[in-house]
């Protein structure tokens, strides 16, 4: 039993009959609960039809640091439509990119503000994609109220600072997800992250197709590929595996308000 806390069903680039393998797949697995992560307008549409139709999806609208230069007043009012629905559990993912500043920074900045806003507007939970942005992320954080609600509506998707940085986030009371990059041989600061963070703060994910864990490194990945990952975490923390998915999956029910 697992709960995939990030994953792209919504994903462009499949076709109808690859989508269709990937659905049969999560339905025949162990994977309980998937939920599907908007980055644009159309991702976060299909994420909401893809909630509607399968009883153990649910999804998240927002845009992408990457698609905020094709953000705009309209879509961001066709976002927070989907996001007052009852299928779409969070707004994200959202965030800072300054990797490959595909966006513009202010862009970026501009929009991640408006979609926290629209977040603690509605009052659901939030995504957030951080890449090589910590420091900018965590201030704008602050400086947009989000630590003010305790247990703050926060969920760190796939994770990559420093063991200090999550622990902060912890005090702060955000969630952290990790994905398949912890099982990668080189991967200690992500080792670090699993071992300290609290097991009541801990999610697990896929990012599928993205991040695939080894031992399968290379090709695409899917939600019940999250074992592998899962797997790894609780060999770092000395549990078994199925404690660790059964405490992973309970704290995202909790988090995503499902019940
Ligand atoms: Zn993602």
Redesign the pocket.
Known sequence: MYFDS?A?INNENYTDAQRAELIAAIEASDVSYVVD?G?DLESSVLAAAHARRYPWCYAAAGF?PHNAKDMDEEAFLLIRGLARKEEVVAVG?IGLDYYRNISAREEQEYWFRRQIALALELGKPIII?DRDANDDVCRILKEEGVFRRAPAGLLL??FSGSRDLALQYVKLGAMISIAGPVTYKNARKAAEVAEAVPLDRLLIET?AP?LTPEPFRGRPNSSPLVAYTAARIAEIRGMQPEALARATLENAVKFFGID
Do not use: L, S
């Open positions: 990030h792209h992560v980055f992408h993912e994609h998707h796939c990012d993205y």
